[in-house]
């Protein structure tokens, strides 16, 4: 990377971080992937119950990986599981959830939109922790703007890779669909956090995920 856009990325970590801390919420920012896989390690003690939400950027640092194997029990996604049901329950007691936002604003709002829902409410409620990774490459300046990012560019990319035959999937752009296996079920912003030290998010400066 060069310094110009390392240094861009770091000023404007240290703004989103400020928002951040206004909405009971706390950003840390990474200059690298690598660094905030180990951030990430130093956060969560050894036998700690973790599980995750789908996200592209926890496999590219790596973090998936470090907690399948270290010394976690780790509580697998329930669409691998027989009683779908039981299997959310046992998430939402999770010490720590892991997962990406899919924009974060340079005022610290995160933005996402879920299909089957899931991952976004072990991010409104459940799990003691919630560990967020984010590429600098997520940052919008408003919501307006961010929901118009996932729409255009991170949900045809995600359609991409999971094929749910919508109109993203089918024609590579948003329609505003309804049809079965939508990806935007739930249009969620995280304004604030009232729980003290839950939320906690990492901003890396790489361009990760979608």
């Not at 939402?92 to 995160?110: C, Q």
């Not at 459940?126 to 991170?154: E, L």
């Amino acid at each position: 990377m060069d310094e110009a856009r390392k240094a861009s990325y770091a000023k404007t970590a240290a703004v989103i971080i400020d928002g951040l801390a206004k909405r009971n919420i706390e950003g840390i920012y990474c200059e690298t992937g690598e660094e905030a896989r180990e951030l990430v390690r130093d956060m969560i003690p050894e036998g700690s119950t973790v599980t995750w939400g789908g996200s592209r950027t926890l496999d590219e640092v790596g973090v998936r990986r470090m907690l399948k194997e270290g010394a976690y029990r780790v509580v697998p996604s329930e669409e691998t599981k027989d009683d779908p049901r039981a299997a959310w329950l046992e998430r939402a007691e999770a010490d720590y959830f892991l997962m990406s936002t899919n924009a974060i604003t340079r005022d610290g709002a995160l933005v996402n939109i879920d299909g089957n829902s899931n991952r976004l409410s072990l991010l409104l409620h459940g799990p003691q922790h919630v560990i967020i990774v984010a590429g600098m490459n997520k940052v919008t300046a408003d919501v307006d703007s961010a929901f118009k990012r996932i729409r255009t560019t991170t949900c045809p990319m995600n359609a991409a890779d999971l094929h749910p035959d919508t109109p993203c999937d089918r024609v590579g752009v948003c329609g505003d669909c309804h049809v079965p296996k939508s990806m935007c079920c739930q249009l969620v912003v995280t304004r604030h956090s009232r729980h003290d030290g839950r939320i906690k998010v990492i901003l890396v400066g790489e361009e990760l995920g979608h």
